[in-house]
């Protein structure tokens, strides 16, 4: 997250971090194998230049968008409105309200 810092200061193209809270997921079912259906549901919608992993071990998966033309509430909402619909075409619906989603922004 520094170095992206840095880099969004010189380049001046901002950057989201999308944080997915698994946790009640993973508590309830007790099965990291539904994570990596979670993982691959968001994959597909991700550019290369994203940045994805564990923000907290098997907790919370982040996403570093990088290199965004603009960030502002409307291109917030586009992003995760495809992430959101990628799940409802992949994902069980019950997992899916499992799922919490928070942001940062720089």
Do not use: C
């Amino acid at each position: 997250l520094r170095v992206e810092k840095m880099r969004t200061k010189r380049s001046k193209k901002p950057f989201l971090l999308l944080l997915l809270d698994v946790s009640n997921l993973i508590e309830t079912s007790h099965d990291m194998q539904l994570v990596d259906k979670v993982k691959e549901a968001l994959n597909t919608s991700l550019r290369e230049v994203d940045i994805r992993g564990w923000y907290h071990h098997k907790r919370t998966i982040g996403v570093l968008f990088t290199e965004m033309a603009s960030l502002d509430e409307a291109s917030i909402n586009a992003i995760t409105h495809k992430i959101f619909d990628r799940f409802r075409q992949r994902l069980n619906p019950q997992w899916i309200n499992k799922i919490d989603i928070s942001y940062f922004t720089p």
